[in-house]
């Protein structure tokens, strides 16, 4: 019998379990806007990406969501974005902020959003630098792997996930938070791309 206080399958789990559609979706969206064929197509998915991390950046200003996640200074790659658009000779797109009025703890699943989206990115990475000819110094710095390398940050931010001061009661808030993370990204992307 299962403790209320006491979950038997961990945030980490149940984010990844029932977020799996939404990650699925990403990477046919992805496939449509096929970023890696030019330099201009791929300068479209920096755009979303860019978007998408100054509304996580936002949240770093929350003490709430610093106190669940106490190295968010070391996360996030917004100023990363913003020189590879520069890189690219691509516009810094303007947008509202769509995660004003985000707050703990459906604030942890939109960073459960971008900080997984690190791990999928390794994938990326490679193809930009393959295919389009860009480095981590040189317009795919958003995608480039943290300094401390994207397994350790990611095992971390799965830590303060699982940590006991995520009270059981609050996992569907974060689960309900990852969804939106994942429905704005996908907007961004199909806005980006131009998909209809
Ligand atoms: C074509 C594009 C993508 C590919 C190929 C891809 C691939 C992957 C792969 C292979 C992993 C698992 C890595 C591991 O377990 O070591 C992963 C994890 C993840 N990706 Fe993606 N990804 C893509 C796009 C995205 C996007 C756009 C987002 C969100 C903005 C995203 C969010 C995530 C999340 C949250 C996880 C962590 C899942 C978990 O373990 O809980 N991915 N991705």
């Known amino acids: 019998m299962n403790d209320i206080t006491s979950p038997s399958v961990s945030l980490s ?6 977020t799996a559609a939404q990650h699925e979706r990403m990477h046919r969206l992805m496939e449509r806007g ?3 064929s030019s330099r201009e ?19 770093f200003a929350d003490p709430a969501v610093r106190a669940a996640v106490p190295d968010l200074d070391s996360r996030g790659r917004q100023q990363a974005s913003r020189d590879d658009l520069a890189d690219l000779g691509a516009a810094v797109p303007e947008a509202p902020i769509a995660s004003v009025g985000v707050s703990m703890p459906a604030a942890l699943g939109w960073l459960y959003v971008s900080e997984g989206s690190t791990l999928g990115a390794a994938f990326l990475f490679k193809e930009a630098q393959a295919r389009l000819g860009l480095s981590a110094e040189f317009g795919a710095r958003n995608l480039a792997a943290y300094p401390e390398g994207r397994a350790q940050v990611w095992r971390r931010f799965v830590a303060s996930l699982d940590s006991e001061q995520i009270p059981f009661a609050d996992h569907d808030q974060v689960i309900a ?8 990204f996908g907007e961004l992307l199909q806005h980006h791309f131009q998909l209809n």
């Open 34 to 36: 096929n970023p890696f």
């Open 177 to 184: 938070g990852a969804n939106l993370a994942y429905d704005r």
């Open 13 to 18: 789990s149940r984010l990844k379990g029932e």
């Open 41 to 59: 197509a791929y300068a479209r998915f920096v755009a979303a990406q860019y978007l998408f991390q100054r509304d996580i950046e936002h949240l």
